[in-house]
């Protein structure tokens, strides 16, 4: 008896320290495209880089939609200035794993956005580390970021960071589309 229960104690420690089911602290998961139920979320120790645990979101089965574990932030700190969400990323049979970052304005309307769309890793990847750089204007009421998974498989997120960069440091969204001044090319001939 003795030892059963030493074994099962021993068992529930380390399924205690790899998997936690809950939503972290601070953090929201939205589903776009699907029911939330082909979703889940949490934290894990058993699979990180460089903090205590990692966050993760995981397809239950293939879906056209995607989850994302997020945050959204007051813009008024950080408004006129260039900021960073960079951290680890590593995914598993994922359709895409992402870092994604978007500035509101007033008006609710995105003034800047980059979601790693042309960068992500799919598949299985090891640990690899991401930058998505914007600016926040002046007029920017909002700041939402996270982490993304598209389609399948799973995503991990380690060793996360929010900060204030200059302006060497590029920015890695697209930038607003200029339009030109008159019509061109109507001939076709470039």
Known sequence: MKNLFATAMLLAAGLAGAAHAATPSG???YVNGAPSSDFDTGT??????SGATSAFLRA???SAGFATLMQTIDASTYQGKRV???GYLRTKDAGKGQLWMRVD??????????????????????WQHFDVVLDVPEQARDIAFGLL????????????????????????????HTLPAAPVNMDFSR
């Open 27 to 29: 953090w929201f998961m």
């Open 105 to 126: 304005g007033a008006d609710r309307k995105s003034v800047a956005f980059d979601n790693m769309d042309d960068r992500a890793p799919q598949g299985d990847k090891t």
């Open 60 to 62: 239950k089965a293939d």
């Open 149 to 176: 998974l598209q389609n399948k498989g799973e995503v991990w997120a380690d060793g996360l960071a929010f900060d204030v960069v200059d302006k060497t440091v590029p920015t890695t969204g697209k930038q607003p």
């Open 84 to 86: 960073r969400l960079s």
């Open 44 to 49: 894990e120790s058993s699979t990180r880089t």
